[in-house]
């Protein structure tokens, strides 16, 4: 008998460590019912604490799954109805995000994708643990409980959205006539393995680098779709040296390949660059998840699945 | 034997009352007592051995430095200039200044560098790089450690006072030092050892400023010069002396046998010096609880006889020479002329196993 308790207390106790506990019921939850019995709606609470409800339904639709990139418009409200902000279809592109990869914030949306289809509109409700209780400039209202309603247009594979970058980038090249040599001289477009283009428009001389070398380049960084982000003059590194950290593995193949007062332009996927970088909802509070330390500083500057073009200059 | 004894203490007795009607008038001379001059001499200097717990801190201010954090290392350097992009500071500005890898200050999370995987809450984001002007945003390191110390010293008492000098040495183990600002920005500075040693030379002054029963309580300052063991380079390091104030609390078990117990304290600072021209000032305090044995070598010797355990100093005719020396009965840590049960408060019968019972026999 007392065998046959202690075994029960024990798995009693192994039970209670389980990591798959829902989370508890806050005074967020109180409110969050609240608002779905005024809906007279049902919603499913999610075992994180998220609370969803289908506003369009399509049961045909390709699930959102870990790892798929999904496109989507939102419309982002504290529960009494006051939009926050919003990205309709009226406003143009969707936006773009890897759903399962901690490349979504507020972390709440990245969970609540996982339940959607293709074609769908969610109503997601946001305890502010999984909302913006991090956000400490005050943008947001930190204790606000916030509803997400968002309609996913397309759900593809990042393989799919590469390849549609290397149509991209082919139609650039051609667009720009790259490989016409009198025009653009003095080689013609190698698109390399990796995806990478490489085009030479000033020949070198020298060695290319090796490890240890101090490097200088000049640069200017645009989308291939338009619009300049970065340009540098004289920035100096160590080859090799990894500090602060590596480059981008785009750039720094084609770097590799470069002699000194050497002319490129080195066009790079976004499997080559930033990949999915970061979705912020709303765009407008990057800067201050920054400033706390929640995403990297290149989110503000590079949105997901970006084709870059580095127009760059050996000069060391 | 018997009658050996006897004669002794005839002979003590004797001794007494000459010391009584034989006043102003050293009996030494008179009745030419031996007693070996240099005995007497050294009988005025006390050996102390002490051995115990320190607790040191480490704690410095950079100041005049930029100070430098990224994933992998920490340095200073002179905020003389305004750093370039790249810099080459020094690491271990605690003891031994190293110059560091030529690093880039750059942001690491800035285009063109790479993509962080789940970038979201990613830890690595908490431990960016960090350049701080100390002379604008005030920051230091501190930490506290362990040791030893053991300590040898002598010192020649006259009076209350005392005078003298020592050595300690003592084995400190280092632990990492904490930031006075800027916690969770800056890391812990991580010293490049374990454990290192001090030696220190110093001068003593104290005065017995107050007894109770056989308790003396001396005041003591030691003032000298300390070293540090070979993990701190010399070269790059000034210091002055150091200073330890304690209060020494002495059980005196004989006139020639003490167990001391003494707290104390210790103030010394050592600066380093940067090759570009910054210094940085280490204020190295420690607080110091010793405890130990301390003697005065007796003037006079055991008496050759192994039976005699006379309780007072007594005469004793060498059967050799036939000169009268001085000798003592008692070993060193038991009183040498005590009062009725001091030597022996407390009978062998009702120790140890008896020490419970009322009548053990």
């Given at each position: ?121 969610f ?29 996913v ?48 428009k ?41 500090i ?8 720094e ?11 490129a ?5 976004s ?46 | ?9 005839v ?54 430095v ?23 500071g020094?690491?271990?500005?605690l ?40 002379d ?5 390191f ?108 002495e ?15 210790d103030?010394?600072k ?53 000169k ?19 030597n ?7 120790k140890w ?9």
């Amino acid at each position: 008998m007392y065998k046959c308790c202690s075994l029960l207390l024990l798995l009693l106790l192994i039970g209670s460590c389980s990591k798959d506990d829902p989370a508890p019921v806050t005074q967020a939850d109180t409110e969050i019912r609240s608002y779905i019995d005024s809906l007279g709606i049902s919603a499913v609470r999610d075992e994180s604490g998220i609370y969803y409800y289908a506003i369009d339904s399509n049961p045909g639709g390709v699930p959102v799954s870990p790892g798929t990139v999904v496109s989507f418009y939102y419309r982002l409200s504290d529960l009494n109805g006051g939009t926050l902000a919003s990205v309709q279809r009226s406003d143009g592109d969707s936006l773009l995000a890897k759903q399962g990869a901690s490349a979504i914030y507020p972390v709440g949306l990245d969970i609540g994708l996982s339940f959607m289809r293709s074609g769908e509109t969610f109503g997601i409700i946001l305890p502010p643990s999984l909302g913006y209780e991090q956000l400490t400039s005050g943008a947001i209202d930190p204790d606000l409980v916030t509803l997400l309603e968002v309609e996913v247009v397309g759900v593809v594979s990042e393989a799919e959205v590469f390849n549609q970058e290397l149509t991209e980038m082919s139609d650039y090249v051609s667009d720009q006539n790259l490989n016409d040599l009198v025009a653009n001289p003095v080689d013609p477009v190698e698109f390399t393995t990796s995806g990478v283009a490489y085009k030479r428009k000033r020949e070198g001389s020298g060695l290319s680098p090796i490890n240890g070398d101090s490097i200088v380049l000049n640069y200017d960084a645009s989308f291939i779709s338009g619009g300049s982000f970065d340009s540098r003059s004289d920035f100096t590194f160590v080859w090799g040296a990894d500090i602060p950290r590596p480059f981008i593995p785009g750039l720094e193949f084609g770097v590799s390949r470069m002699l000194t007062g050497e002319n490129a332009l080195i066009i790079i996927p976004s499997s080559q660059g930033y990949r999915e970088s970061a979705q912020v909802i709303p765009a407008s509070i990057i800067g201050d998840l920054i400033d706390d330390s929640i995403i990297p500083d290149y989110v503000s500057t590079i949105p997901p699945y970006r084709t870059l073009i580095f127009d760059v200059t050996r000069v060391d | 034997m018997i009658t050996g004894l006897k004669r002794y203490g005839v002979l003590c007795v004797l001794c007494i009352l000459f010391v009584q009607n034989v006043s102003g008038q050293s009996i030494y001379e008179k009745y030419d007592i031996y007693r070996s001059p240099f005995r007497v001499f050294i009988n005025k200097f006390s050996f102390t051995l002490t051995t115990g717990y320190s607790r040191n801190t480490y704690a410095h201010d950079l100041s005049g430095v930029f100070f430098y954090q990224d994933p992998v290392s920490q340095f200073v350097f002179s905020n003389g200039e305004n750093p370039g992009p790249t810099i080459t500071g020094f690491t271990d500005w605690l003891n031994n200044p190293q110059p560091g890898v030529e690093t880039s200050i750059e942001n690491p999370f800035l285009v063109p560098f790479d993509y962080l995987a789940n970038p979201v809450n990613n830890p690595l984001l908490g431990n960016q790089t960090l350049l701080v002007d100390t002379d604008s945003i005030p920051l230091g390191f501190r930490g506290v450690s362990g040791g030893i110390p053991v300590s040898l010293n002598l010192h020649y008492n006259f009076l209350d006072f005392r005078i003298g000098g020592g050595f300690t040495w003592e084995r400190q183990f280092v632990r990492e030092l904490e930031p006075t600002s800027l916690q969770g920005q800056v890391r812990n500075y991580q010293p490049n050892f374990k454990s290192t040693s001090y030696t220190r030379f110093y001068g003593l002054v104290g005065y017995r400023f107050y007894q109770f029963w056989t308790y003396d309580f001396v005041a003591e300052l030691m003032v000298g010069k300390f070293g540090q063991g070979k993990q701190f380079d010399g070269s790059a390091i000034s210091k002055g002396l150091f200073t330890n104030f304690g209060i020494s609390i002495e059980n005196n078990w004989s006139e020639y046998f003490r167990v001391i117990i003494k707290p104390s304290i210790d103030f010394k600072k050592h600066t380093i010096n940067l090759p570009d021209g910054a210094t940085i000032s280490h204020r190295t305090p420690s607080f110091f609880i010793q405890v130990g044995l301390s003697i005065n070598i007796p003037e006079i010797p055991r008496s050759p006889m192994k039976s005699d355990h006379v309780q007072l100093k007594h005469i004793y005719t060498d059967p050799k020479t036939g000169k009268l020396k001085e000798v003592r009965g008692q070993p060193l840590w038991k009183r040498q002329n005590p009062k009725v049960g001091e030597n022996h408060r407390r009978l062998w019968r009702y120790k140890w196993k008896n020490r419970k019972k009322l009548n053990p026999y």
